[in-house]
């Protein structure tokens, strides 16, 4: 076993006390999705988007949206606190352990979290018939690939803030717009030029696509490619910035 591996067993340790509530909110919120944009704001678009009904249009967006926002729940406070509150982590380096293997096993604990939430709204989609193809189990590792483009990236920001406040200001000025303007409820083309770009910069919009495209069983094209390549480009950038970020923290 890796040094990252027993990282991973401690969160998983610690989850074993709390997974019930994340449980049912993973399972509850989904529903609630679906009842209130799928069919209540969906009876109302009534040709659909791209020809395809609003429900079945709106899911994988959905999906990658709540994959990014665990991703990103899971990198702020609970990093806050093992660096700031319970400062487990300086008591995981004082153990035979190195920042990276401290990061890798918090983040394969995100990556979890992230697989389990998409899992479940990915089953409940299911149930109320939302999903058109069987390739709709690739939305599991492009959630992946979207939490590892996220997760390290937003604990490198929080390895970096003093006080907890700017972790609201993340949520409300970066991810809550992310989540708004990157394809997930209607099309980024029908903004304007500049948000368009930015839209595309963005790792969920890529996310976003891959997700709707496998979920109706359309043919990505070539273009897929790319956006896998952007989103692995997004991970590694965030892996370095986040252990060069772990060791200016945690190496005294």
Request: glycine share 8%; hydrophobic share 60%.
């Amino acid at each position: 076993m890796t040094p990252s591996v027993y990282v991973l067993e401690y969160h998983l340790v610690n989850y074993r006390r709390t997974w019930r509530s994340s449980a049912f909110s993973s399972l509850v919120l989904p529903l609630l999705t679906m009842l209130g944009f799928g069919l209540g704001v969906g009876s109302f678009v009534t040709g659909g988007v791209e020809g395809v009904p609003y429900l079945q249009w709106m899911v994988p967006g959905l999906i990658a949206s709540t994959a990014a926002q665990v991703a990103v729940a899971e990198s702020t406070w609970p990093v806050m606190s093992c660096f700031t509150w319970v400062k487990s982590y300086f008591a995981q380096a004082a153990a035979p352990l190195r920042p990276a293997d401290i990061l890798g096993g918090h983040v394969a604990f995100m990556l979890f979290r992230v697989l389990a939430s998409a899992a479940a709204f990915l089953l409940v989609a299911f149930c109320f018939g939302a999903l058109r193809s069987g390739w709709s189990l690739l939305v599991l590792p492009i959630a992946l690939l979207l939490g590892a483009a996220l997760a390290p990236l937003v604990a490198a920001y929080t390895a970096s803030v003093t006080t907890d406040m700017y972790l609201a200001v993340l949520f409300r000025f970066a991810v809550l717009p992310m989540s708004l303007f990157s394809g997930v409820f209607f099309p980024i083309e029908s903004l304007p030029t500049v948000l368009h770009w930015v839209a595309l910069a963005l790792p969920l919009s890529h996310g976003v696509d891959l997700s709707r495209a496998a979920t109706l069983g359309l043919d990505p094209g070539p273009g897929a490619v790319w956006q896998v390549l952007y989103l692995l480009a997004w991970a590694v950038a965030a892996w370095f910035l986040a252990s060069w970020r772990y060791r200016r923290r945690l190496v005294i």
